[in-house]
Nanobody, 126 residues
Framework: QAQLVESGGGLVQAGGSLRLSCLDS????????MGWFRQAPGNEREFVGA????????YYADSVKGRFTISRDTEQNTVFLEMTSLKPEDTGVYFC???????????????????WGQGTQVTVST
């Protein structure tokens, strides 16, 4: 069964950093574009950023641009989300997702991503 497993979440003070990982445990998504999303309680799932299959192209939400960086290690089947200058409003459950093969470019709509991990909690305190 295809699995995406997120890790690296935790509690951090505002201004701090965290690095999230998303392991493609079966190696099924090495050719897929990948995205990161987050969801705070009571809110809809929000796009954070995306990366193409080889890691050359990235796309970020305006709210995280300049603070978050997505990368991928194709040998380790892992996608990373490096988060710096964290703010309390970055708090939420962070999900990684694999895009469908038909997604054109890098997109921000959750519906363009067909496979999802279970998420990892990130809490940023003041």
């Amino acid at each position: 069964q295809a699995q995406l497993v997120e890790s690296g979440g935790g509690l951090v003070q505002a201004g701090g950093s965290l690095r999230l990982s998303c392991l493609d445990s079966e190696g099924l998504f090495t050719m897929n574009k990948m995205g990161w999303f987050r969801q705070a309680p009571g809110n809809e799932r929000e796009f954070v950023g995306a990366i193409d299959w080889i890691g050359y192209s990235t796309y970020y939400a305006d709210s995280v641009k300049g603070r978050f960086t997505i990368s991928r290690d194709t040998e380790q089947n892992t996608v990373f989300l490096e988060m710096t200058s964290l703010k309390p409003e970055d708090t939420g459950v962070y999900f990684c997702a694999a895009a469908g093969a038909d997604m054109r470019g890098l997109q921000s709509a959750p519906g363009d991503y067909h496979y999802w991990g279970q998420g990892t909690q990130v809490t940023v305190s003041t």
